[in-house]
């Protein structure tokens, strides 16, 4: 080794020792990465109760996006089961793509996908303001018990306009808030003898069931499943089948 390559070796020691020396010392400069947000955030938060009764059922909570023409939640969080009973909570969706055409506050299954809606979010409204500030949904205090859900997510969509609206109650049939359960569980019906509006633990037999199932659409006055069709265009088939597993779920 020549005079000139020791030199350079001993150099490169020297300067590696150094480095070594400026690493323990601790002084090396913290990197900081910039995260360019992009897309809007929606926050839920409300005073919730009854989540707990979706514990182990299959079903999920959860502020949910959903593109155009699709069943499938995009993106989700589910609100957790341990809530207590009125603890004020925050969910927040964060960097929504632009094809996020609705959040929604929704009972999902295991794959994500839409059982029924109770409260929605459509982004069109707010992609022209063009500002991305943070979208609120407060739902104040919301019962998120199973009849709860089938309450906000149904009866009041679509069915207290005949049963319970201004006084008027089809069929002496009452669905505003506080009222389905004792108007419907094990209440012989007034239109179709021999039938209980519903049947505990029995969907099949129970008359809710069988108005909302191919032929029984003549079985009263109305055609039920038209009725229900005209306010669930893409989610029929899973309130009907999330009826049945209230039904099937309530104790004899």
């Not at 999902?108 to 409204?125: G, H, V």
């Not at 179709?192 to 069931?209: F, I, M, N, P």
């Not at 191919?214 to 989610?235: A, M, P, Q, R, V």
Request: aromatic share 6%; charged share 20%; with cysteine.
């Amino acid at each position: 080794m020549t005079k000139n390559m020791k030199a350079i070796h001993f150099i490169y020691i020297i300067s590696l020792l150094a480095g070594l020396s400026s690493c323990d010392s601790g002084d090396i400069a913290e990197k900081i990465y910039t995260v360019d947000e992009k897309g809007h955030t929606v926050e839920l938060t409300a005073q919730v109760s009854g989540i707990s009764e979706w514990d182990g059922t299959g079903y999920a909570l959860a502020l949910a996006g959903f593109t155009a023409n699709n069943q499938f939640a995009r993106v989700q969080r589910a609100l957790p089961g341990t809530i207590r009973v009125g603890t004020p909570i925050s969910i927040t969706l964060s960097n929504l793509s632009d094809d996020i055409e609705t959040v929604e506050l929704a009972l999902t299954n295991s794959l994500r996908k839409r059982i029924i809606t109770l409260a929605t979010i459509d982004m069109n409204d707010y992609r022209s303001y063009g500002t991305r500030d943070t979208i609120r949904l407060d739902l104040g205090t919301i019962d998120l018990g199973r009849i709860g859900v089938l309450q906000t997510g149904l009866f009041d969509r679509a069915c207290i306009q005949c049963h319970g609206a201004n006084g008027h109650s089809a069929a002496g049939l009452t669905l505003t808030d506080g009222n389905a359960c004792a108007a419907l569980v094990n209440v012989p019906s007034t239109c179709s003898e021999g039938y209980k509006r519903v049947e505990s633990g029995d969907a099949e037999a129970s008359l809710l069931h069988i108005i909302l199932s191919e032929g029984g659409e003549d079985l009263l006055s109305y055609n039920h499943t038209e009725i229900l069709s005209s306010h669930f265009k893409t989610n029929l088939e899973e309130v009907s089948s999330l009826i049945d597993w209230w039904i099937s779920h309530l104790k004899p």
